[in-house]
């Protein structure tokens, strides 16, 4: 970790703006259906009232094709003034002469959300000129979103050159852990990896492999290597491109890398399942599908799992949604839960299970970077990060007044 974080740092009546990750599930009425990032949010913006901060929040939402009203953020300004029983004010643009005036009228401690910066196709541009019209509106750039730091956008890389630049609590909570299990992870050290594809994920279990004591695949993830291990996995979600790297992995991983040795399958009419041995799949009908792990697996998973001290969940072990394939992900979570262990949950899909099952609290931390998670976790170099570490060092040549 080397960016410069809030402690010690003076804020007071200062414009603070916070790129923060709001980009939060939402229904076909724009409704939110899982605040989990916005609740997130919440300690970065208690700590800057406390500090009396003007705080001007920043936030994309979905994929806009430019201004889209179902992704504006009224609904979100409304929930987080809900959560933090005070009001979050709205403009409905994030530059320019609107903004700028209503950031005049901030008192310190008052909040003030911006409209969806990917109105703007200047953000996932990078554009320098653009990040100068954000950068008009602050004093002090805080990022506090992983989740967006793999991205060169405005928002979170061009205007770290721009402003006096921080990580925020969150954002430093997120590199803490992950630095932990990528450098120094307390042994035993497993991991656990499902999901639907391999693909984004190989350059994760090829990085972690030497760390680990174990590495559990499930998911349809992992019919991709039983497929590379010669096992027809018949209808089953393999990605057939990427068998040459799962042979790969699998010579790699040798006795560390654990792979499913039964699953549940779904019928091609979807109207019955079976518990087969892997090696039997296609003893069923040719449509078949693996759908989650077995009870075999369960127990095998579990046996590598009972000593842990750090654990990294990436992924759920089934179709988690459809109670027939559920028991899998909530047994292995179940277990993973009644550690004495640092636990650590990751990924979109992961944390919906975890809420899912109501096991949000077994976990020492739940992470919400998603893909930029599985680019950290793989090693690589991410701009939001990179952007400020050059940050510090230009702050520091500087001796920048809000250095102490």
Same mark, same amino acid.
């Given at each position: 970790m080397d960016f410069l974080t809030l402690r010690n740092v003076n804020l007071q009546g200062k414009r603070v703006l916070v790129r923060? %990750?709001?980009?939060?599930?939402?229904?076909?009425?724009?409704?939110?259906? @899982? %605040?989990?990032?916005? +609740?997130? *949010?919440? =300690?970065?913006?208690? $700590?800057?009232?406390?500090?009396?901060? #003007?705080? !001007?929040? /920043?936030?994309?939402?979905? +994929?806009?094709?430019?201004?889209?009203?179902k992704l504006m953020l009224d609904k979100i300004a409304y929930h987080l003034s809900d959560l933090l029983k005070h009001e979050v004010r709205k403009v409905d643009d994030c530059v320019g002469t609107a903004a700028e005036l209503v950031v005049a009228t901030l008192a310190n401690t008052d909040i003030l959300m911006l409209e969806n910066i990917r109105f703007h196709p200047e953000e996932e541009k990078n554009d320098l000129e653009f990040a100068r019209m954000l950068a008009r509106l602050a004093d002090i750039y805080i990022n506090d979103a992983l989740a967006v730091s793999h991205r060169s956008h405005a928002s979170v890389s061009a205007i770290a050159h721009l402003l006096p630049s921080y990580g925020g609590p969150l954002l430093e909570q997120e590199v803490h852990y992950f630095? #932990? &299990?990528? #450098?120094?992870?307390?042994? =035993?050290?497993?991991?656990?990896?499902?999901?639907?594809?391999? *693909?984004?994920?190989?350059? &994760?279990? $090829?990085?972690?492999? =030497? #760390?680990?004591?174990?590495? $559990?695949?499930g998911g349809a993830t992992a019919n991709t290597l039983l497929q590379a291990k010669g096992i027809d996995m018949a209808a089953s /979600? &393999?990605?057939?491109?990427?068998?040459?790297?799962?042979?790969? /992995?699998?010579?790699?991983?040798?006795?560390?890398?654990?792979?499913? !040795? %039964?699953?549940?399958?779904?019928?091609?009419?979807?109207?019955?399942?079976?518990?087969?041995?892997?090696? @039997?799949?296609?003893?069923?009908?040719?449509g078949s599908k693996a759908k989650d792990i077995g009870p075999k697996t369960v127990e095998l998973f579990k046996s590598k799992l009972?000593?842990?001290?750090?654990?990294? /969940?990436?992924?759920p072990l089934g179709l988690f949604e459809d109670y027939r394939f559920s028991d899998g992900t909530l047994k292995i979570i179940q277990a993973i839960g009644e550690l004495n262990a640092t636990k650590i949950a990751g990924g979109g899909d992961t944390l919906a299970a975890v809420s899912f099952f109501k096991m949000q609290n077994k976990f020492t931390f739940l992470s919400t970077a998603g893909g930029a998670m599985l680019e950290f976790l793989e090693g690589k170099k991410l701009p939001g990060l990179e952007a400020l570490e050059q940050a510090k060092r230009r702050m520091m040549i500087e001796g920048h007044a809000y250095i102490s």
């Open positions: 923060v %990750d709001y980009n939060v599930a939402i229904d076909n009425d724009g409704n939110i259906t @899982d %605040d989990t990032r916005i +609740r997130n *949010s919440v =300690p970065t913006i208690k $700590l800057l009232q406390q500090k009396g901060a #003007k705080i !001007i929040l /920043l936030s994309h939402l979905g +994929r806009p094709k430019g201004r889209e009203p630095e #932990k &299990v990528i #450098k120094e992870p307390e042994s =035993p050290f497993v991991v656990v990896i499902g999901g639907a594809k391999i *693909s984004d994920k190989i350059g &994760v279990i $090829l990085n972690l492999l =030497p #760390k680990v004591n174990y590495l $559990l695949v /979600l &393999v990605e057939m491109d990427k068998l040459a790297y799962a042979i790969n /992995l699998l010579a790699e991983g040798g006795d560390k890398l654990i792979i499913p !040795i %039964d699953v549940v399958t779904e019928s091609a009419n979807g109207a019955s399942t079976s518990i087969v041995d892997v090696s @039997d799949i296609t003893s069923l009908d040719e009972e000593n842990a001290s750090t654990v990294l /969940l990436a992924g």
